[in-house]
């Protein structure tokens, strides 16, 4: 094999893999564009039939409080869990301890 030869084939490798690598890469980012989209229709079916929303979340304005309502199933006591996991009793407009009504 002359070095010319050998120049070809090393530059048609480099090219061939630099075509692998390109399609590789063309792949992952389609890859990533479609699961993208796919989460942005699963966040607006969430948000859209208000699944996760509990009745501390504001359905107008379509916003989450960001609590995690907890009931103490002994007693019907609810709670409000922050996003931090601290425990608060949730009272209501009078300031009494809200309890879960069926």
Same mark, same amino acid.
């Given at each position: 094999?002359?070095?010319?030869t050998a120049?070809?084939?090393?530059?048609?490798?480099?090219?061939?893999?630099?075509e692998?690598?390109?399609?590789i890469?063309d792949?992952?980012?389609?890859?990533?564009?479609?699961?993208?989209i796919i989460?942005?229709?699963? #966040? /607006? &079916?969430?948000?859209?039939y208000?699944?996760g929303?509990?009745?501390? *979340?504001?359905?107008?304005n379509?916003? !989450?409080?960001g609590f995690?309502?907890?009931?103490?199933?002994?007693?019907?006591? #609810? /709670? &409000?869990?922050?996003r931090?996991?601290?425990?608060?009793?949730?009272? *209501?407009?009078?300031?009494?301890?809200? !309890?879960?009504?069926?």
């Amino acid at each position: 094999m002359t070095y010319e030869t050998a120049s070809l084939l090393s530059s048609a490798i480099t090219i061939a893999n630099k075509e692998v690598f390109l399609y590789i890469i063309d792949y992952l980012v389609t890859f990533v564009i479609f699961l993208y989209i796919i989460a942005i229709i699963i #966040q /607006y &079916i969430f948000n859209h039939y208000n699944i996760g929303f509990d009745n501390s *979340d504001d359905f107008v304005n379509n916003e !989450r409080s960001g609590f995690k309502i907890r009931t103490d199933h002994l007693t019907s006591l #609810q /709670y &409000i869990e922050t996003r931090k996991g601290h425990i608060i009793p949730r009272l *209501d407009e009078n300031g009494k301890h809200m !309890r879960k009504t069926e």
